[in-house]
């Protein structure tokens, strides 16, 4: 009886193990001077200078499929002298952080796409604006989309307003498209995972922010996310799963025949 009471653990506490690997997945890594703000909510900086700040999905998804996403933005509330932006970013390592000021938090990550809502001017417009830049390369000169004001209606966002943005991903016509507060602002057509990740579909997505010599509070709220997650074997978790449950049953059978 003591062999099968033991069983009985392992069969719970192996349920227990599987569960938290499934919860697991939901989870967020947060770096630098990014933190949680609860209710699906990442502030990446505070009103300091020189900050810089990650929060990546924890799992890679693949761009074999579409993707829809939506998000509240925060980008502050001192205008002229408010900076540095924030950006949404596709990249292979789930731990990657950026150059602070002018980098967005990304600079130097690559490969990588980025979707950059640059509050502050360097070498670009001096209306805040987005644009779609390509492997960590914040220049003017670099992006592959844009710049185009962020917001079809003003040309500042640090307003104290939170506004919605949307990113999508078209797996068929590879085409990266970008609303802001409900109208299409960018789109970018290219097969990214050939020209880009080297065909390897598998990225971590996530936001990073910066600040510089000037600064605003810069957070995000996930309101929506559809995606498609990468699994080298289709599945696998639920194989993992299924494997230990038959193993543990075929254990008990034989403990319960000893007894």
């Known amino acids: 009886m003591k062999s099968f009471s033991t069983s009985v653990k392992v069969l719970l506490l192996s349920g227990l193990f599987i569960s938290q690997a499934f919860n697991a997945r939901s989870q ?23 900050q810089c700040g990650s929060v990546w999905y924890a799992n890679l998804i693949t761009l074999a499929e579409d993707f829809d996403m939506t998000f509240q933005v925060y980008l502050g509330s001192y205008d002229n002298d408010g900076a540095d ?26 490969p990588s796409i980025a979707v950059e ?9 001096w209306y805040d604006h987005i644009s779609v830049q390509r492997n960590g390369d914040v220049n003017y000169s670099g992006a592959v989309a844009g710049p185009v004001q962020a917001s ?12 919605t943005t949307r990113i999508t991903w078209d797996a068929e016509t590879f085409t990266l498209a970008v609303y802001f507060d409900n109208a299409l602002r960018l789109s970018y057509t290219n097969d990214i995972v050939t020209n880009t990740y080297s065909g390897n579909p598998a990225v971590y997505w996530g936001f990073t922010g910066s600040t510089g010599g000037a600064a605003n509070v ?8 559809t995606f498609g997650e990468y699994h ?27 007894l």
């Open 152 to 163: 079809a209606t003003s040309f500042n966002i640090e307003d104290n307003q939170w506004h």
């Open 117 to 125: 809502y640059d509050t502050w001017q360097n070498d670009d417009p």
């Open 28 to 50: 967020y890594t947060v770096n630098g001077s990014a933190a949680a703000n609860g209710d699906d909510c990442y502030i990446l900086t505070q009103f300091v200078g020189n």
């Open 218 to 225: 810069q957070q995000f709220c996930i309101t929506s996310v």
């Open 85 to 110: 932006g924030i950006a949404f970013v596709m990249q292979p390592t789930s731990t990657a952080l950026g150059i602070a000021g002018g980098g967005l938090g990304y600079l130097g990550i690559s």
């Open 232 to 258: 080298e074997v289709p599945l696998s978790p639920w194989i993992f799963a299924l494997s230990i449950l038959v193993i543990l049953g075929v254990t008990i059978l034989r403990l319960r025949k000893s």
